[in-house]
């Protein structure tokens, strides 16, 4: 797993690891990001591996949910630091899912020019994706992560044991991120992946994923090449995703993504990339595992102008990673309107 060491990301069975990596930096201030449920179910683990070590918490609290991921919520907590006098030995440690991780990150990049954080992931979907990497930022103007940077965090620790009390929803999201990691490079964890329950989540496996992740960003941090792979399913997806945020029920990420990689898979079979046996496949088990909201047909032009506004596009083409078989991914490729239009069609009206 060096790709997971080059990324400093520790995948750990005792949280006093954290404590000892904050001991051992000195820092003068420790922050603990975390929305009601994290705080709620997981400061305390963290809290409780502090016995051996003198380290005192701040605590900053957001709602939970994709809304908290906004320019206001970083003002109130940029106004927070200040008030507090953090100075730039101020460490963040953003203990949640992906959305405060993205969020908290993006937070610490920007503070007094930037200042150290750790990720400490709680959901599966920021064990394996969100948490590692580097891309942090927020939602603007109805826009999936339309303001951002890239910054590494100084650490990221894994601790699989918080997703004893991760709801069932969150738990199938972030094993859409899984399935794509297996999609898009890895033909052998998509079927170890096939057979797979709540039960079976394995350190191991969620260990496999976050490395999978964690080797295409080694090659390639800033997204001019093979880190395109990641964003299959996501050309659709984010446009779902904005979709259904404007609506009183927002999707998760990874259903959202679920959803892209069906219609993403479908137009990889329209540019004869992938073949229908291997399509069929991964619609039956995403279908089986994932239940999608219906969208009108008239709505069909919300979501391709979502599309037409998405960050990869170049020369105002819309940009799609698709699949040239269960385990190979292909970057770069662009799709018609009527091509979009007909791989909506096929998932919702099949
Ligand atoms: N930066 C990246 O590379 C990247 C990659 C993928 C996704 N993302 C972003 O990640 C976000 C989605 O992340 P998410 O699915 O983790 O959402 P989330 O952070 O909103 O978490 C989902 C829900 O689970 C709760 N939760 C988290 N851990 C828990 C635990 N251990 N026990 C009980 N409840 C817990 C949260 O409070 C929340 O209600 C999106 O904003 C997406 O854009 C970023
Ligand atoms: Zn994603």
Redesign the pocket.
């Given at each position: 797993m060096d790709s997971l060491l080059k990324n400093n990301i520790h995948f750990v069975a005792d949280l006093s690891n954290v404590s000892k990596a904050i001991v051992e930096t000195g820092y003068s201030q420790v922050y603990v990001l975390m929305?009601e449920?994290?705080n709620e179910?997981?400061l305390q683990l963290l809290q409780e591996a502090l016995v051996d070590y003198e380290v005192y918490f701040f605590f900053l609290e957001v709602p939970?949910?994709?809304a908290s991921?906004d320019l206001s919520t970083c003002a109130s907590l940029w106004e927070s630091l200040s008030e507090d006098n953090a100075d730039r030995k101020t460490l963040l440690l953003n203990l949640?899912?992906?959305?405060?991780?993205?969020l908290g990150a993006f937070v610490a990049s920007l503070y007094k020019r930037g200042i150290s954080f750790y990720n400490i992931p709680?959901?599966l979907?920021?064990m394996v994706?969100?948490s590692i990497?580097g891309?942090?930022g927020i939602d603007f103007g109805g826009f999936?992560?339309q303001i951002g940077v890239f910054q590494q965090a100084k650490k990221t620790f894994v601790y699989p044991k918080?997703?004893n009390?991760?709801?069932e929803l969150?738990f199938w999201?972030?094993m859409a991120?899984m399935y794509k990691h297996a999609l898009i490079c890895d033909a052998a964890h998509w079927s170890a992946l096939k057979v797979f329950d709540r039960k079976e989540v394995t350190p191991a496996l969620i260990e496999h994923s976050a490395a999978l992740k964690a080797e295409i960003v080694a090659k390639d941090p800033m997204e001019n090449g093979e880190r395109k792979k990641l964003n299959f399913g996501h050309t659709i997806g984010h446009a779902v995703e904005s979709y259904f945020l404007q609506k009183e029920k927002p999707m998760?990420?990874?259903y959202a993504v679920a959803f892209g990689m069906i219609c993403e898979a479908h137009i990889s079979t329209q540019h004869n990339l992938l073949n229908l046996v291997e399509y069929d496949e991964i619609e039956d088990l995403l279908k089986t595992k994932y239940e999608f909201p219906t969208i009108p047909k008239k709505d069909f032009s919300i979501l391709l102008e979502f599309m037409q506004q998405d960050k990869k596009n170049e020369d105002g083409v819309i940009n799609f990673t698709l699949l040239q078989a269960i385990g190979s991914a292909v970057i770069d490729q662009s799709a018609t309107e009527s091509q979009i239009i007909a791989s909506l069609n096929y998932l919702l009206n099949e």
């Open positions: 929305d449920h994290t179910h997981c939970s949910g994709e991921k949640g899912g992906g959305m405060i991780t993205d709680t959901s979907l920021a994706d969100a990497g891309k942090c999936k992560n918080f997703l009390t991760l709801p969150e999201s972030g991120e998760p990420h990874g």
